[in-house]
């Protein structure tokens, strides 16, 4: 930043055709050329930024549907065991919530699969 003032300073002493106000002058274009890379670089981090967010949260989603396919799995092979009376219930009971998780979790999955083709835009 002093050297932008410094060079603005200077700048202001010198008249704008002599060679030296040129040379200032191309010394400030060049600086708001850096600064202007400087924001487009940000702007493409922030980019990737989101696209890495984006794969995260499916990473997630996936994740919650493996424990949720493990869950009706063991609740399967419980309920196949000799369960007598209210365990019987409990089971059915673990099969439902985790068989409504599943559905929840394949919606989910399907809606992030939607969206992540226009979100691949954004790299092309």
Not at 12 to 34: A, I, K, R, T
């Given at each position: ?9 200077q ?72 369960r ?41």
């Amino acid at each position: 930043m002093e050297k932008l003032e410094e060079i603005l300073e200077q700048t202001l002493c010198f008249e704008p055709e002599s060679s030296m106000g040129l040379y200032n002058y191309q010394s400030l274009q060049d600086h708001y050329q850096v600064i202007m890379d400087h924001q487009q670089s940000l702007i493409d981090h922030q980019v990737m930024m989101d696209h890495h967010r984006s794969l995260m949260d499916h990473y997630q989603a996936l994740m919650d549907h493996f424990r949720t396919a493990q869950a009706l799995y063991r609740a399967v092979l419980d309920s196949q065991r000799s369960r007598r009376g209210q365990q019987v219930q409990i089971d059915r009971q673990i099969y439902c919530r985790a068989l409504r998780n599943h559905q929840r979790l394949v919606e989910i999955h399907r809606q992030m699969l939607k969206e992540y083709p226009s979100r691949q835009e954004l790299f092309t």
